[in-house]
């Protein structure tokens, strides 16, 4: 979705109505039980008028607005006349921001992609204002807040900046008639199509969509709200057979022809004076907005960035009751409805998880600040669209997962709704998940279909950990790392912590724990934990004292450091951290190896248990090659855990006021336990997770998928980027260091034996070697780019890495000394299929190095 940042000016410090007071607000009039829709007009025009035809100006309001029309009044008064739908815009909210969201009420059939295009789904968001034009016209214009000056002084950039960030006019409408506001007619522009109130450009192409259908779609009803605005509308697109991309998501569907949407747009008035914002901290994970303030820096700019979070302050009444460390219940809590779509089994837990962030806000001073309730029954005023209401949308979707996003106010970071998007599938990754990660361990995972208890639960965590997002809450990859590994298999250690301090952490469950520690669920499920209530505390604490988020910088910096210094449990370790060995998901413990090798336990167990458990009547074998291939997944998972600490380099934000240093390599002594271990339990063919017995059942090669495995892992391992942090960390520590020649050394003495023992090498050790040679090739002797048309030539572009690093030189100085190796390992080969393979990987490696 388009993300707006705001220039904001002074002019914008009014006053406006709280949530509540928009939730309490009137009584809306009658609505109109006329079932004629609005069509679409052949060709909505910029100016509101259709046609270009002339314009009539104003009439008075009481021929504009007779007593035919029916009104409702709310933020705008909303008059339906004569099938046209006019907006009466009050002065006091002509140049106030509004807030657009738009989303999917009703899928088209066939029209979604991969994991867009359900009822639900947000497509768009911007803001907007309503401004007064010359000549009895409203402007509609698009505002941006990336840029912000506040100092008006001869010395500020206020006007500078106001000069340089004219907003631009999205739409220009007569004014029809003025009362207490200016009147206009939105009929043509809401019937017709445009990115500001339907579908963004990027949603579109995502789905294929192209041109509108304006007989085919129309205008459903438009209500208004004390606080908001929703109208309702059928639009028809012709979909093409492709559709683009969105950032890490597939293009539209294979279908064509016309796709019907029916679709929610939400006007939701923005507060006059914006919310104090709280500024972004890297040492406690938020999500985060931002601008570029020209007053912060006297001699230059710098880049703003405030964490997104809910506005919560207590009553008036209870202001000093607060102050005393009282908990009190806040002015707005943050309420969740459940979609009457779910079933009605899984609502108990998905309130559950909502519910069980109480805690969490209890030390942020505020009891009650958090909780669902099920979606109000026969009240036509409530929809799950609407944006006045936070909403865990239940999806009909074969897709396994769930989300949690949220739409916020981009002057303040204001959380301003959320509607959680929950896909029915997740319940089979779920399954999947606990049964390879905790059947070992739990009798009742043992089974295709779970429970309902041990399912409800599962999607209780689940539950919590999206809500987490909504609340602001980034993924903390790093907080299993806080917790000793040992301190997993301790009963009464770990049911009483949990087995990582956050629920926002990719940890699933406790792997590492064995059959003969006794331990329960609830030292095996995630759980709301010590992480997870410090930042909502720091991020909720209510500071009147501060008057500005500049004014809290030297309060939050203190409390920050003496609350990391006094409990490592806090510690935030980001998901975009691709050097850092405790910042990854799926692993748990502070060290992967250790856990990796628990974990391998653990499934051996499971891979002999899964042919028994993955037997369901009258079906064939797909469970079981569903689950078999799991397994390797799960085991895959644990070869990356412990690769990444070889060049690893990690990274601890701090403040100057912090001593010690911000960036660390992981120590030699780490980093070759981590060889060892790939030796031993990758390189060294485990020979466990081969099981033939399988293939002809599941139609799966286990050996390929492991020769595959073990590739990818020694490429990671000979990367360039990967021998250059070894390089940087030999430069800086010196023999303390473990040096790239050191670590290609190692990985060869593993992956190579045969050489120097002349025995014979088995079918699965020469994929492997195989493997290794095409991945080193693959580096010392790239494959050149493909051919480009530029300009109507074919021009042969450049590909390779880096011609200035040392890297590629030492690849190729160990390629050679490989290859020697091999030719002389082959004249004394003891048998044919030996010798023959490493006459093939030697020649691959010559032809590599020779080719010019």
Known sequence: MRKTILLMSAGLMLATASIAQRKKGPAPQPADTSKKPVMAPPAPGMMGRPGGAPKAGPKPYGEVITSKATTRKGMF?????????????????????VLVVSRISKSATGGRAQMMGYGGDQINETVIRFEKGPDDKIFLKTISYTELSTDSSENGMYRSVINSNLQPIAAVFDVKAYNKGAVI????????????????????????????????????????????????????????????????????GGSTGPATFELNTSLVLLPAVPMKARHYDDRVGYFATGYTDFDANPQGVKKISMIT?????????????????????????????????????????????????????EKAGFKNAIYALEAPKNDSTWSVEDARHNVIVYKPSDIPNASGPHVHDPRSGEIMETHVNWYHNVMNLLRNWYMIQAAAVDPKARKMQFDDELMGQLIRFVSSHEVGHTLGLRHNFGSSSTVPVENLRNK???????????????????????????????????????????????????????????????????WIIERLKANNRLFFGTEMDRDDPRCQNEDLGDNAMKASAYGIKNLKRVLAGIPEWSKEPNEGYDNLATLYKEVVGQYSRYM????????????????????????????????KEAMAFLQEQLFTTPSWLLDYKLMPIIGVNPGTQLAGLQAQVAARLMNPSTLGKLDLFEQTKGSAAYTSTEMLSDLKKGIWSELATRKAIDPQRRMLQKGYVDALIAIVAPAPAPAQNIGGMQVQMSGGGSKISDATSLLKGHARSLMAEIKAAAAAAPNQATRLHLQDVAGRLSDALDKK
């Open 492 to 558: 009464a250690w770990v049911e009483a912590n949990g087995h990582t301090p956050s629920i926002m952490d990719y940890a699933r469950f406790n792997y590492v724990a064995q059959p003969e520690d006794g331990i329960s669920e609830k030292g095996i499920f995630p759980r709301i934990g010590d992480y997870d209530i410090w930042a909502i505390e720091w991020g909720y604490k209510w500071k009147p004292e501060f008057k500005t988020a500049a004014e809290e910088t030297t309060w939050s910096n203190k």
């Open 309 to 361: 979070r809910w506005k919560l302050e207590p009553k008036p009444e209870d202001v000093e009751k607060y102050k005393r460390g009282e908990l009190v219940e806040p002015q707005n809590p943050i309420v969740y409805y459940i979609d009457p779509a779910t079933p009605k089994k899984w609502v108990p837990f998905l309130i559950a998880g909502v519910n069980d962030w109480q805690v969490a806000f």
């Open 77 to 97: 008064i909303v008059h339906k006349q004569d099938d046209r739908y006019l907006f009466e815009i009050p002065d006091s909210l002509i140049g106030r921001d």
């Open 640 to 671: 990356g855990h412990v690769t990444k600490n070889i060049g690893g380099i990690e990274t601890t934000p701090k403040s100057i006021e912090q001593p010690g240093a911000v960036y660390e390599f992981t120590s030699k002594a780490r980093q």
């Open 185 to 252: 007619d939105l009929t043509d522009y809401i019937a017709g199509d445009n990115d500001i109130f339907f579908f963004e450009a990027n949603a579109k192409r995502a789905l294929g969509l192209s041109a509108m259908t304006p007989p085919a779609s129309y205008i459903t009803e438009v209500k208004s709200f004390p606080g908001n605005v929703e109208i309702k509308t059928v639009k028809t697109y012709t979909k093409s057979s492709g559709g683009g991309m969105l950032p890490g998501m597939m293009g539209g």
